[in-house]
């Protein structure tokens, strides 16, 4: 089955903690993203690759790392998570950037930072 | 700069009434992507349908119609005699073609609440 996994679901850590959320797709696709869900705000994207070693910042990229040494794996990196932190992460893929074909999204990482 | 606005942020109806969804895009670029995407109680985010800027017909699926009218910089979602189903947040999206083909920027969504 086509699909994008992340892991975990859920994730509760304590502030400086260093953690990892993973995000795997099996559809060979060009394009991966990460995304934050915030009550009011809506989705805010945080960093995205359009192909292997190709990162670049999307429009909330500060406290974040990302890295895409394989097609079909891009991890999100916390290395000193805060409380503002706290939010739903959403990974996405897609065949060819954002316009030409849609997005497919991972079910989502509900965080929270204490 | 682009910008999406979706303007409702809850709306409520009863089961079977027609109910139409706002958004109002904005960009410079001639060529662009809006997209629709649901995500429904349970979180997930489902993809509902893509349109290019050059395309101007209107779309119909099921219950389901978007109006797109590049003169209002809109791309309005309607649902017919809506069900408690499509109880769900509602994204408009909006991808340019030339210098941004990695970023897709969402409206804030609008909360769709369907009573029985």
């Known amino acids: 089955e086509a699909q994008v996994t992340q892991n975990p679901r859920y994730l509760i850590t304590v502030t400086g903690k260093k953690l990892t959320v993973t995000c795997s797709q099996n559809m060979n696709h060009e394009y991966m993203s990460w995304y934050r869900q915030d009550p009011g705000l809506g989705l805010r994207q945080i960093y995205y690759?359009?192909?292997?070693?190709?990162?670049d910042k999307g429009d909330v990229p500060e406290g974040y790392k990302v890295s895409r040494k394989e097609k079909r794996n891009f991890p999100l990196i916390l290395e000193s998570p805060s409380p503002n932190q706290t939010s739903l992460y959403f990974c996405?893929?897609?065949?060819?950037?954002?316009?030409?074909?849609?997005?497919?999204f991972g079910n989502g990482t509900r965080l929270t930072v204490t | 700069a682009q910008k999406v606005t979706q303007a409702q942020t809850e709306i409520s109806v009863v089961e079977k009434e027609d109910v139409t969804l706002d958004c109002v895009y904005e960009t410079r670029d001639t060529t662009y992507y809006l997209f629709w995407y649901k995500q429904p109680p349970s979180g997930e985010l489902v993809f509902l349908i893509r349109r290019n800027s050059f395309d101007e017909q209107n779309e119909i699926s099921g219950r389901y119609s978007w109006n797109f009218q590049k003169s209002t910089s809109s791309f309005n979602f309607t649902i017919t005699a809506s069900q408690v189903v499509d109880s769900a947040v509602y994204f408009c999206a909006l991808s340019e073609y030339i210098g941004s083909q990695g970023n897709l920027i969402f409206g804030k969504g609008t909360k769709l609440s369907v009573k029985p």
């Open positions: 996405a893929s897609s065949l060819i950037g954002t316009g030409r074909s849609p997005l497919h």
């Open positions: 690759s359009m192909n292997v070693e190709v990162t």
